[in-house]
């Protein structure tokens, strides 16, 4: 029987990780729900600019931009766990070196970005298929707003070293300040100065700018970075590890991306009706994701942090009560959509036919929470881990088992097939990650420091 004491020191350990999973995702969260906002406003003012071609235009940048940086998104999840491995073995040096390192890669890609920004733009307006007075908008757009890659792509790296140094806080108001400057500035370019689709390209530009200078002088301020020596920073070793972490991420998207692409195809060749049934669909998964990623979070910063620390009993105490709260929120979120899920369509159009269509759809929506949350779950702990292989690893093999399941059931089940292939993709995801965390069990995984 444990004494007193020792089951007093187990509920603050049990009380204090919960809180700092708490402190980690409620900010994330809070930042996710706040993304949209930033999309509705841009539609709304692209809708009173005078025609229609302006709503599809800023649909369409947004979409190549969506696109583009999603290939990026290495530099957060890199740098998050990399960092916190460097907090959790308390190297101020290290960390400050991850940070410098992911900045010198997005800096050199967004200014190859703008030097290649034509073709770039071509390229990606031909892999759409977009033609005509959209895309000669959408070009516009483009080639203004894509100043602002450095910007956006050192901030995917700030973002990542904030959560590894445990605090989603500053992540969370940069968001913030980033959406009022661009909705501001938007605002004020359209209908003060007389501009049209540009003003939302030079809003985004001036706001990720701004961002940025925020991400800087916090980390000058609270952190007191200084600059490191360049040829530390330049070390062939460390960066050689930081592009193999990076390189699994990059491929992982691909994966990912492949996935995502596919499933709207095979929306859009079945007509508008069932296109835009799955689109609202998706938006039901794109909610519970919200929340879903925000425990992501917690689980890169705080899973990183006990590994630098080689604290094995932090470790697998923030494993358990991610998975407590991933599947609270699967339930509260399965329970919603189950009896709810017709409001919620009914509140996303009031289109007759596609409503209608929606309702034998329902009930993928409410499959979704639990077929999906171990997969954010174990994501976020694989990333703090920088166990990025694994991660490479069990996408790949849901993307086979997303295309295998698609080919042999859409024929007979048609859209439902396509509904069936997704939802094992995300369980495939979730139980791989599962059955490769069983190496975290080795009492040797936690025993040594890696030089960060």
Not at 68 to 97: C, E, H, I, P
Not at 260 to 265: I, K, P, S, V
Not at 339 to 350: A, R, S, W
Not at 378 to 391: A, K, L, N, P, Y
Request: hydrophobic fraction near 55%; proline fraction near 2%.
């Amino acid at each position: 029987m444990p004494g007193k004491a020792e089951k007093t020191n187990a509920n603050i350990s049990r009380k204090a990780i919960c809180g700092a999973i708490l402190s980690l995702s409620v900010p994330a969260i809070v930042t996710n729900v706040t993304v949209p906002v930033l999309g509705i406003t841009d539609v709304a003012i692209a809708g009173h600019l005078g025609s229609t071609v302006f709503i599809a235009a800023i649909a369409i940048g947004t979409n190549m931009f969506n696109m583009l940086y999603w290939l990026f998104n290495f530099l957060r999840m890199g740098s998050s766990g990399l960092t916190a491995q460097a907090y959790g073995a308390g190297d101020k040096v290290a960390s400050t070196l991850v940070l410098s390192r992911a900045l010198m890669i997005a800096v050199a890609v967004g200014v190859i970005m703008i030097l290649f920004r034509n073709p770039l733009c071509d390229l990606i307006l031909d892999s759409m298929d977009v033609t005509g007075d959209s895309r000669i908008v959408a070009q516009t757009y483009f080639l203004i707003r894509i100043w602002a890659a450095p910007a956006t792509l050192s901030i995917f790296a700030f973002t990542g070293w904030f959560v590894g140094m445990q605090n989603s806080k500053v992540t969370m108001w940069v968001s913030l300040l980033i959406n009022v400057l661009n909705i501001a500035g938007s605002l004020l370019l359209v209908f003060y100065a007389g501009m049209d689709i540009d003003a939302l390209a030079h809003g985004t530009v001036m706001a990720q700018w701004g961002g940025l200078i925020a991400a800087v002088t916090v980390c000058l301020k609270k952190y007191k970075l200084s600059l490191p020596n360049v040829r530390e920073v330049v070390n062939w070793s460390e960066l050689k590890r930081f592009f193999s972490i990076n390189i699994d991420i990059f491929l992982r998207t691909i994966c990912l991306i492949a996935v995502t692409l596919w499933f709207t195809r095979i929306g859009a060749s079945q007509g508008d009706t069932m296109l835009s049934v799955n689109a609202l669909i998706m938006q039901l998964f794109t909610v519970f994701s919200f929340f879903m990623d925000g425990f992501a979070f917690a689980g890169e910063g705080l899973s990183g942090r006990f590994k630098g620390a080689c604290d094995s009993v932090g470790f697998h105490l923030t494993v358990k009560y991610l998975l407590i709260f991933g599947i609270a929120i699967s339930t509260v979120f399965t329970a919603l959509y189950a009896f709810c899920g017709e409001l919620f369509i009914g509140f996303l159009t009031d289109d007759i036919a596609v409503a209608y269509a929606s309702k034998d759809y329902i009930y993928w929506a409410a499959t979704i929470p639990f077929a999906g949350f171990l997969a954010f779950t174990w994501d976020g702990i694989f990333i703090g881990t920088t166990e990025t292989r694994s991660m490479l690893i069990s996408m790949a093999l849901a993307m086979g088992v997303f295309f295998g399941v698609f080919y042999l059931s859409f024929n007979r089940l048609g859209n439902h097939g396509l509904w069936l292939a997704f939802i094992s993709y995300l369980a495939v995801r979730g139980e791989v990650l599962w059955l490769l965390s069983r190496r975290f069990k080795n009492l040797d995984y936690f025993s040594h420091k890696e030089n960060i």
